[in-house]
């Protein structure tokens, strides 16, 4: 597991900024590769990321994006180790923003981003008690979802206000090909429709059927964004595809999925 040698922290400037100290991560037995110190800052207008260049031979490089560029973004929370994924319309072009944090230090800037969510979505921040209505709708949800999605919906993916539709839950699948050695193609995924966003809510990969996967990764896609929704079939099983446009850039998310998953999930996009 990646580790933090010391935790983000906010700097001193009046745009909420997230600052991230240098560190090294694992990556494979032995090895470690180096993230460079960046800091989101949060701004009316968009977010901005500055990032070190890793070698420390070149200037900072910056990116700014605008909420009603976003095709779609990402967040993952598994124990400590936290990463943001922002995909938005640049000059006709998909452009990637990525972050990587220590989740510890996830709270400090949730206000921000949850703002940030807000106008992706067109969405007013909701003014009443956040926390009473995540904790009200996870006891409803409870009772036709696994507990941890049951939770992790309202927690990470309905804080705006939003009207939640309905949702579908695929079990995770394992190809059966092999005997002795089993390789999970999909994770447990809960997709859940607003009225004005498409979440998807998986696990990382378990390289084992009896491991315990920790964590979540939200992806949310505006409604706004999608041009199409479509399937196509893979032997046993179907991949359900998200055509994402936005300025003249487009983007795809791909998702592989059982196919009475995909489609009860097109007879809910499709009412």
């Known amino acids: ?36 110190e960046q800091a989101l800052v949060f701004t009316d207008d968009g977010v901005l990321h500055v990032q070190n260049d890793p070698k420390g031979t070149s200037g900072p490089v ?4 605008r909420p009603e560029s976003l095709l779609y973004m990402r967040s993952s929370h598994v124990l400590l180790y936290g990463r ?24 400090l800037m949730e206000t921000e981003w949850r703002a940030m969510v807000a106008k992706v979505i067109a969405v007013p921040v ?17 009772l036709t979802l696994p507990p941890k999605f049951a939770d992790g919906l309202p927690r990470y993916g309905l804080y705006t206000g939003e009207t939640l539709i309905d949702t579908v839950f695929q079990p995770a699948i394992w190809d059966q090909k092999w005997s002795v050695v089993k390789r999970q193609i999909t994770p447990n995924t809960l997709l859940a429709l607003t009225e004005a966003s498409v979440l998807l809510i998986g696990e990382d990969r378990a390289l084992v059927k009896k491991s315990q996967q920790y964590g979540l990764t939200i992806t949310r896609i505006p409604r706004k964004a999608i041009a199409e929704v479509r399937s196509e079939a893979h032997e046993h099983l179907h991949e359900l ?8 850039a487009t983007a795809e998310r791909r998702i592989m ?4 998953t995909v489609k009860a999930w097109m007879d809910l996009w499709n009412k």
């Open 1 to 36: 597991m990646a580790r933090f040698r010391r935790n983000c922290r906010p700097a001193p400037v009046k745009s909420a900024p997230w600052w991230c100290p240098p560190d090294y991560r694992a990556q494979g037995r032995g090895n470690a590769r180096r993230v460079p």
């Open 62 to 65: 910056t990116t700014f994006v």
């Open 84 to 107: 943001l994924e922002l995909v938005s319309a640049q000059g006709g072009e998909p452009s990637k923003l990525e972050m990587e944090f220590s989740g510890i230090g996830w709270r």
């Open 126 to 142: 909701p003014d009443y008690d956040i926390e009473q209505m995540q904790k009200a709708m996870a006891e409803k949800l409870v």
């Open 241 to 248: 595809i998200f055509v994402l446009t936005r300025d003249g």
């Open 257 to 260: 999925l059982e196919p009475e």
